[in-house]
C-alpha cells in the first residue's frame, strides 16, 4: 500500500525526516517541530515535552481515517490498524485540537500481528477546517484535516441559504482549502439562473456544481475536482445529501442516510462520526456530520491573522476597493476619498453583501478578545499549578 495514494507528500517527509534527523542527533525533537512552524498549524503545545528521541526512529507514519470516542482508525504502508493515544500524548495535549482528527498524518508505534497501534505524535497539518467548539467554550474543534478541498454541500429545498454558504466559504479560505460549493437536489427547482443570481449576492468566485442524487446530474463534473491522492472534505447542514453525494462516489462507502423533513427540509444525524472513504479514481473524501451552526475559528497562534486573511480572500471585492481608499487606515465611515462608501453609492458593492462582511469581522473581533481572556487565565491557572507543584517537592 503506498502512502502517497493517501495525501503523504513533500511537505509531510520533510518534517518526518527533520523529526528523525533530530532523533539521531540527540536534539530535542519538539524544537525541530518548532522550526517546522509547529505552533502555526493546529498542534499548538505550549508545554510540549521531548519526543521519545530513540524509539522514534521506529515509528511509522500513518494517516487518521476515522475518530472514534475513544480510539482511531489509521492507515499505514502495512495496511488498516485500530490505533489509541499514547499515555504522553495525552499528558502533552492541552486542547481538543491537539488530539488527531480525521486527515492528519501520525507517528504510530505499530503492533502488525494484533492490527493495533499506539499513536505518539502528531505532525504539523498543512490546512485545517475546524470552528468555534459549539459547547460554548472558547476552543477550536477541528473537522477535517490536510484537506485540499472544503466541498460545501447545500440543499435547493428550504435548506438553501446563501449567507450560510458566504460563512463556509470565508472559513474554508481561512482553512487553507479551496472552497467549493455543491447545489444538491437540483431536480427540484426550474430556474438555476435564479439560484446564482441569489449567491452570487454574497459569493463570488467560486466554482459552484449543480447535482442530483436522484438523477446523477452533476456527478461527473464533481469527479473532476475530486482528484487521485487530494484529500476533500464534505461540509454542510442535515439533510442537504452530503452522504448520500460520498456514495454515489465511492464503493466502499455505504453510509446510512434518511430523509429530509417535508415542511422545513431539515434532516437528523444520520453521520455521527468523521471518516475517510477513496472513490472510484482514487481521490480520498471525508464525510463529516451535519452542523447546526458554524462559528469561525483560526487555527495556530496567529488567530487574528488568520482569520483576518480568511475574510480578505472570502470578500476579495471589498479588500480591492479597501486598497483603494485615500488612507489606509479607512474605516470605510466618514473619511474623504473612500473606495468601498462609493461603491456602496454607485450600487457597485451592495449594501446586502458589505453587512455580512462588517456582521463577520464584528464576530472575528469578538472572538480574538474571548480568546485572549481565555488564553491569558489558562497560562495564569498553569503557572499556578507549576508553583503549588515546586513548593510541594521542597
Known sequence: MSLQDYGWSSYFKEVFKTLQTDAHGGTNASRGCDVHGWANTGCHRDDA??????????YKPAIVICRYSNYYDVICEYGRLSAELSGGFKYKAGRNSDFPAVGDWVLIDPYYEEKKAVIHELLPRKSCFSRKAPDGKEDEQVIAANIDILCIVSGLDNNFNPNRIERYVTQACNSGAAPLIILNKVDLITSRDTVLMELRKVVIGVDTVFLSTITGEGIKELRSYLTKGKVSAFAGSSGVGKSSI??????????KTENVREKDSKGRHTTSVRQMF???DGALIID??????????????????????GLSNAFEDIAELSGQCRFADCSHNKEPGCAVKQALENGALSLGRYGNYIKLQKEIEYLERKVDITVSGNTKKRWKEISKQIRKNK
Request: charged residues 25%.
Open 49 to 58: 515535552k521531548p519526543v521519545d528521541d530513540e524509539r522514534l526512529v521506529e
Open 246 to 255: 460520498i456514495n454515489m462516489l465511492s464503493d466502499n462507502a455505504h453510509i
Open 278 to 280: 477513496k472513490t472510484k
Open 288 to 309: 463529516t456530520p451535519g452542523m447546526r451552526e458554524l462559528a469561525l475559528w483560526s487555527s495556530g497562534d496567529a488567530l487574528s491573522n488568520g482569520l483576518s486573511n
